[in-house]
């Protein structure tokens, strides 16, 4: 469910009520120290973050609901303890596409950072071939001349592109796609 609309409107506290009412208002720290108890648990491990920024974003947001605050800190504090304890295992692997949005605690916790870029002309054409081995293309489809028009593609927007022609259609200088 989505709740949009403007500043003030109260998408927050009718978000905080029917978790209340559900009895779910505030587990999230309890989760959060599962999570990472469970990690160690079964280590080695990696746990995954994705949208790291919606959750561990700058905590200058004085929009921030105190419950979200709170599991901050515990996701902060457990990760901590994974680092303090050579005999455990456990990566902790985030990703973002806003990087400058993360608090600045949480960069300081990351050992590394990888910026992971678009795919080039060449490997656009491989993800192509992948995506597209199953299906019926033309003789004459050139996947490299393809893979060149669609500079700025990521691997994910070349996986949705081909879901919507399912007949065969003119793509332009004379590729076709069936």
Avoid: Q
């Avoid at 989505?2 to 500043?7: D, S």
């Avoid at 795919?119 to 199953?134: C, E, F, G």
């Amino acid at each position: 469910m989505l709740l949009f609309g403007p500043p003030g409107t109260g998408k927050t506290m009718l978000a905080k009520d029917v978790a209340t009412e559900a009895g779910w208002f505030g587990e999230g720290e309890k989760y959060v120290k599962a999570v990472f108890s469970l990690a160690s648990k079964i280590a080695p491990s990696v746990r995954f973050v994705d949208e790291v920024d919606s959750m561990l974003g700058r905590r200058e947001n004085p929009s921030e609901h105190e419950a979200m605050r709170k599991m901050k800190n515990e996701f902060m504090v457990n990760w901590d303890g994974l680092r303090t304890k050579d005999t455990e295992r456990v990566l902790v692997l985030a990703a973002t596409n806003r990087p400058l949005d993360l608090d600045e605690a949480v960069i300081r916790r990351l050992p590394r950072i990888l910026m992971v870029n678009l795919p080039d002309a060449t490997s656009r054409a491989k993800i192509l071939r992948v995506i597209l081995a199953k299906e019926d293309l033309s003789a004459d489809m050139d996947l490299d001349s393809v893979a060149s028009m669609t500079d700025g593609y990521s691997g994910s927007d070349l996986k949705v592109w081909p879901k919507g022609l399912s007949c065969e259609c003119f793509i332009g200088e004379g590729l076709y796609f069936s």
